[in-house]
């Protein structure tokens, strides 16, 4: 495996990460919330299906990976405030930690994306997606 191919499964496995790392107390306090990271990630996953299959361009897979990631940093920041307090009044610490670390995987996924070409991106290198497709 070359050297730029486990980079690019580094990255997409860094990217699953930071859409599913929540503290479990915090589906109990927003249920509503377990239904977010199942869809991301199922979104994540038809983007690079689609980008490796040829139906999307790898610049329109990248947008459509970047997406999710954005998605998930909004939905991290406009949950972060109202749920850093338990009803009891305690400090939700373990939320705090994921979602600074999964903001943090995403806003790092996002800048890494947009300094890769976009074929680079793929997980199938061109030339074995052109001649799987014949």
Not at 65 to 82: A, H, S
Not at 122 to 131: G, R, Y
């Amino acid at each position: 495996m070359s050297n730029q191919r486990s980079q690019l499964i580094i990255l997409l496995v860094i990217q699953a990460i930071a859409i599913i790392i929540y503290p479990f107390s915090f589906f109990r306090q927003a249920p509503q919330a377990a239904v977010l990271s199942p869809i991301l990630l199922i979104l994540f996953a038809l983007a690079l299906v689609a980008m490796n299959t040829g139906r999307l361009s790898p610049v329109a897979g990248r947008s459509s990976l970047g997406f999710v990631q954005g998605i998930n940093l909004v939905v991290r920041l406009m949950t972060f405030f109202p749920n850093l307090k338990s009803p009891a009044g305690d400090w939700n610490w373990m939320l705090l930690v994921l979602h600074i670390v999964s903001m943090a995987l995403s806003w790092y996924t996002l800048t890494r994306m947009e300094t890769l070409p976009p074929n680079d991106l793929l997980l199938i290198a061109k030339t074995e997606a052109i001649t799987a497709s014949e």
